[in-house]
């Protein structure tokens, strides 16, 4: 089974992945993640990235798909994927229905993590200090841009998926163990 974990940045995208390995060995595509390695690794992407990410913009869509088709070369794949934090714009998910396609794979299941943005400043503070401050992203004001990337950019899958009848949505402000039975519920 693949499945997109879709959600405004600190919908709890990454936390409901985690699980999802955990409790069924599927595999976690995080481009944040693999941005973040990139960055820690100190490669040319990754300095190119870091200065994109931390004022809060995308990262270039042709570097973003580049980065998931290499990753879906590997064989651990075949347990099923969880796309956490990608796609994030239209051309995206145009990128991924082709590279889907072509290696003969199905989109099961688009899962939308749906919160109050008022709540998500008090989350991204929580975060900031649980991981000492390790994200330079994790502050009001870039929070503040991401949302509107996210209007601009992202919201725009909601219909996109919605049409071909893979959308579905959670109550992202229950908590942690409500939001996984609830997708629990959907991936059956
Ligand atoms: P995340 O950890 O998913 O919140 O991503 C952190 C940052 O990495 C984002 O604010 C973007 O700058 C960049 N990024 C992560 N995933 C993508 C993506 N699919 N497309 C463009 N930029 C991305």
Not at 153 to 157: G, I, K, S, V
């Given at each position: 089974m693949n499945i997109i974990l879709f959600?405004?940045?600190?919908?709890?995208k990454g936390t409901q992945a985690k699980r999802l390995v955990d409790d069924r060995g599927m595999v976690q595509l995080s481009t944040g993640d693999m941005l973040r390695a990139a960055i820690g690794a100190g490669t040319e992407l990754g300095l190119r990235a870091r200065e994109i990410m931390d004022r809060g913009d995308l990262v270039s869509d042709d570097i973003i798909l580049g980065m998931i088709a290499e990753r879906m070369q590997n064989p651990d794949c075949a347990k099923g994927v969880i796309l956490d934090?990608?796609?994030?714009?239209v051309a995206q998910a145009d990128g991924l229905g082709a590279m889907f396609a072509e290696a003969g794979l199905t989109l099961d299941h688009v899962i939308e993590i749906k919160v109050?943005?008022?709540?998500l400043f008090a989350r991204i503070e929580t975060r900031a200090t649980e991981t000492g401050g390790s994200r330079a992203d994790d502050n009001a004001e870039t929070l503040r841009k991401r949302l509107a990337v996210y209007h601009e950019?992202?919201?725009?899958?909601l219909p996109y998926y919605t049409e071909k009848g893979l959308m579905r949505t959670v109550d992202?402000?229950?908590s942690i163990d409500e939001v996984a039975q609830a997708i629990d519920a959907i991936l059956g």
């Open positions: 959600g405004a940045p600190g919908a709890g934090g990608f796609p994030r714009t109050d943005e008022d709540a950019n992202t919201a725009p899958l992202g402000m229950a």
